[in-house]
């Protein structure tokens, strides 16, 4: 008889099963449970059979009393609180950085992992910033505290990483079209309520977006930085991805767009190798590239696309090619689809958690 997936220890980045011993069941916390990607790592855990011995979920005040359900059971969503880190192993934050900054160096003092998704320690120095299937090595156990990449990072990232390691990358440009998931749940409630008000015809006033948003796509909406002229979303991008690829050097331009589509994020990448590289050979690394599904067929015109790319693990990649502005051969252009919630945040958080916790 097999052993039962909670007796296993799971090899996240090569996806692997690996028989083990069964691991402690652990107290997990979840701080932003009532969000987009709240709800994502409810199911994650469920999914993935994380060896959850207690769940506590957390939110604001206002959600206190909140019935949401994980394995088929219901559990009560509390107000976040010192005291709800106690007894903690595992705590992943995904409730925006300024709760990240106040609570999680508490839950790390207590002694839990922490995972967080905000922006808040991305670029300390002392944090890791971790996509298991790029860069695992860097998350020590002596690390109490290790973040999440920016959804964008963390997708460009699984079709730029194993290239990279094929050959230097020198220099990217990046162009993406990304979804309302990336603004959290009221946001992709805006697009729905929104559209819906479009087609009958009424009058809509966006809420949480800046622009209307159905039928309609504008520069992302996080602030723009007078001196550089890129807005924050793009700045983090460009820091995070140089950190990830520990290519602290790397030349990377990028313009972000916010574009009516509920959960995918999408990305055009034009990238410039330090030797040359065939589109071939590219696509033979990347079809065989962990957590990668390679969907390139020209003759059918079938690419990545955000309703294929939703609900899935996998980050999409194709439209791989020469870029003819480059008669070198030293760069390839390709177009890279992810889910946002799921490997641009909830996926890669509880991987990176499976990825310690294996240790
Ligand atoms: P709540 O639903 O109670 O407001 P999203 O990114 O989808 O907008 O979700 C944000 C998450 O962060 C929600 O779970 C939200 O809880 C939570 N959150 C927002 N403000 C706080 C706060 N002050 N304390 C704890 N959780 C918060």
Redesign the pocket.
Known sequence: MSPSPDSLTLDAVAGNTVSAPPPRRLTVAI????????AELIDQLERRHFPVGELRL???P??AGKGLTFRGNPVVVQA?SEDAFDGVDVAFF???AS?SRQYGPVAAAKGALVVDNSSAFRMAEDVPLIVPEVNAHAARAEHRLIANPNCVAAVAVMALGPLHRETPIRRVFAATYQAASGA???AMEELRASTAAYLEGRPYTPQVLPHPYAFNLFSHNAAMDPQTGYNGEEQKVMDELRKLLEAPQLRIGITCVRVPVLRAHAIALTVEFETPLAAARAREILAGAPGVRLVDDAVANHYPMPVEASGRDEVLVGRIRQDLGDPSGCSLSLFVVGDQLLKGAALNAIQIAETVVRR
């Open positions: 701080v932003g449970a009532t969000g987009a990607v709240g957390l939110a604001s206002r959600s976040l995904s409730a925006g709760i959290g749940a009221a």
